[in-house]
């Protein structure tokens, strides 16, 4: 994902520094080409060496310690331009107040100012350290030249207290990353409404009606837009994933929610992408009490829900791009293209359950991508490069 992308960690002295070696190595498996930099202090809590022996990089903690082969390049000047992205984490009051105030004076400090990527910064430190006004002055001042904060997360401190403070895990500093720097910012502008998951259909207080979409194909599409600038809206079904970076996320629960939702933000979209399995039908009376067994067979009453994907295509306004799913078992090519016209869309995405590596719950998919002019099979890729190519396709569209 981050194949050809130089990155930099500044790393600075606070107790979540040793969190910095999993950042390090899982950027190395996303093949960057990872550099780090370190103030004194930060070494106290880790050593350099674990850092080049991740990154194979050599790692620089004092100006003062530049080689003669060093003077060629100028490390904390070369460092910091050469990045595609830097993350300064663990970020202490110190720094920032460093790097708000345009002080050099570490390696740190003196690598970031001639820097010109996006530089991520991650405050991590006691709770009243950073609601102190002087920080948070620092940091909306950091924010008002362009640098990027990385929200604190809540918890257990380290010094004791609980509170704002502590450094997002090493996943969620990736993933920051990853959505700066994998993609090409070409969707820049767009407004992006993307639905995923399931639908639950209450029976009673105790029992739902659902399926077994798990969410990973939407949450794809979601991510790989943000992660390509757009401006992204996801609609979502009860599902056990994270939200990607940058994703505006809004929680459903059953088809008429989603269908408000969805119907809410279309018109407002430029782009809506439907991946979610939405209930057909729905109970045509939720019991107010569980429902108690009896001898006999039970059967329910179920009503049609509304399609979704019909509505909207039927209000569907000048210049907007609508992608519909196409979950089959059989007749996969021929059922998707009367999707196609019957919900007026202008593409649908077809996948089968029946075909290995595709369908629900795994991270794959096979998808055969169907347009008015053309088809397009894919073959077996992730859901992210999937995805990828479906967004390729609507660009083309556009
Ligand atoms: N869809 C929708 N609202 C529904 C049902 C489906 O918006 N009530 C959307 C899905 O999100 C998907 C597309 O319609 O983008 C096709 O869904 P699919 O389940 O494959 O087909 P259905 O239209 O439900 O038809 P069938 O179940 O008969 O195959």
């Known amino acids: 994902m981050l194949s050809g992308k130089n990155i930099l960690l500044c790393v600075s002295g606070g ?17 960057a080409d990872v550099h780090v930099c370190m103030t004194e202090n930060a070494t106290k809590f880790i050593p350099a060496e674990t850092f080049s022996v991740l990154t194979k990089n050599k790692v620089y903690t004092d100006v003062f310690d530049e080689t003669p082969d060093d003077y060629i390049n100028v490390p904390h000047i070369s460092l910091g331009t050469s990045a595609d992205c830097i993350l300064v984490a663990p970020a202490t009051a110190n ?10 004076d570490d390696m740190v400090s003196t690598t970031v100012l001639p820097a010109r990527c996006p530089i991520l910064i991650a405050p991590s430190m006691n709770v009243y350290m950073f609601e102190n006004p002087i920080v948070q002055d620092n940091i909306e001042k950091l924010k008002r030249f362009g640098y990027k904060i990385i929200e604190p997360a809540s918890g257990h401190l380290a010094c004791g207290y609980d509170g704002k403070g502590k450094l997002p895990s090493p996943e969620t500093l990736v993933e920051c990353v990853v959505y700066e720097t994998a993609e090409e910012k070409d969707m820049k502008g767009k407004k992006v409404l993307v639905n995923a998951g399931p639908t639950r259909e209450s029976l009673d207080p105790v029992r739902f009606i659902t399926n077994h979409s798990s969410g990973k194909m939407g949450f794809a599409v979601a991510k790989a837009a943000a992660n390509r600038g757009a401006d992204v809206t996801l609609v979502t079904g009860p599902v056990s994933l994270e939200t990607p970076v940058g994703v505006n996320r809004i929680d459903i629960e059953s088809a008429s929610d989603m269908y408000e939702e969805m119907t809410k933000a279309a018109a407002e979209s430029d782009i809506i992408i439907m991946s979610a399995a939405v209930a057909d039908y729905t109970p045509n009376e939720v019991a107010d009490n569980k429902i108690k067994k009896s001898d006999g067979n039970l059967a329910i009453d179920l009503k049609r829900t509304q399609d979704i994907l019909k509505t909207i ?8 791009i609508i992608v519909g799913f196409s979950m089959e078992t059989e007749n996969l090519l ?44 894919l073959p077996l890729m992730s859901k992210y490069d999937a995805a990828k190519k479906i967004l390729d396709k609507v660009l083309t569209l556009a």
């Open 15 to 31: 107790i979540a520094a040793y969190k910095m070696a999993d950042v390090a190595s899982m950027l190395v498996k996303l093949n």
């Open 334 to 377: 021929e059922n998707s293209r009367k999707k196609l016209i019957s919900k007026n869309a202008d593409m649908i995405c077809a996948n089968s359950l029946k075909t290995p590596g595709a369908g629900y719950q795994v991270d794959t998919n096979i998808i055969t991508l169907i347009t008015k002019d053309d088809e397009e099979e």
């Open 313 to 320: 295509g039927e209000v569907k306004k000048e210049g907007q």
């Open 95 to 104: 720094i920032i107040g460093k790097i708000a105030n345009g002080i050099a």
